[in-house]
């Protein structure tokens, strides 16, 4: 059964440093996420992304976050000055159609990203 | 807000019994998923209903969607030990397009 890939599976990063988390969706998905949950919190929505471009993002998702699909299979996140209250696991997640819409949303294993 | 919350909080139950979850939520909704976590692992997508479904089963699962009272609820039938994770309902809004809203979630134990 096709899955989402994310790598690494841990990152230990020191806060200021730029950290990039890679994903790699369901091939035939066109829509990408990126959520984060905060140890012991809710899983919270970062970004929706389609046709190459952002279609909604939270307010959690300010200009320290990018995302990008530098090529046809990865689907990347990345942290530009890191900051202690970014250490979250950060999952990405595919749709083959819009998901809040019709369609169910799968994610991958996680990133668990430490920022000391 | 539209975060769903799921109650209770924990629940611990023994093999073989049905454990049963509830979320609700706050606005309108075109459909609500349940997923399933382990302890510091991803998302496994469990059942998705659409809000003009009232009752959806999967295997030894049974979801329940009642949008006049915005609420729906997760049954499992005869636990078993492997069930033991935490399990969280996302809600997909009508005006949220691909934002999903997930809730604190349940903390399942099954007692083998």
């Known amino acids: 059964e096709p899955e989402v890939t994310q790598t690494p599976s841990h990152q230990v990063t020191q806060m200021g440093q730029e950290v990039i988390l890679r994903c790699v969706p369901i091939s035939n998905h066109l829509y990408f996420y990126w959520y984060r949950q905060i140890l012991g919190q809710k899983v919270e929505f970062l970004v929706s992304?389609?046709?190459?471009?952002?279609?909604?993002k939270s307010e959690i998702f300010d200009d320290q976050f990018s995302v990008e699909r530098p090529d046809g299979s990865n689907f990347t996140l990345k942290i530009r000055s890191t900051k202690l209250e970014d250490s979250a696991m950060y999952f990405c997640a595919s749709s083959e159609s819009m998901a809040g819409i019709t369609d169910t949303q799968y994610f991958g294993p996680g990133t668990r990203l430490t920022v000391l | 807000s539209q975060q769903g919350e799921e109650d209770p909080q924990a629940l611990s139950i023994q093999e073989g019994e049905n454990a049963t979850m509830n979320c609700s939520y706050k606005t309108s909704i075109n459909n609500l998923q349940w997923y399933r976590q382990n302890s510091g692992r991803g998302l496994v997508h469990l059942i998705l209903i659409r809000s003009n479904e009232r009752e959806k089963h999967s295997g030894r699962l049974r979801v329940t969607l009642d949008t006049s009272k915005k609420s729906s609820s997760l049954l499992i039938t005869a636990s078993r030990a492997a069930d033991t994770a935490s399990y969280f309902c996302?809600?997909?809004?009508?005006?949220?397009?691909?934002?999903?809203?997930f809730g604190t979630g349940t903390s399942l134990t099954v007692i083998p």
């Open positions: 996302a809600t997909g809004g009508r005006n949220t397009g691909n934002q999903f809203y």
């Open positions: 992304f389609y046709n190459n471009e952002i279609s909604e």
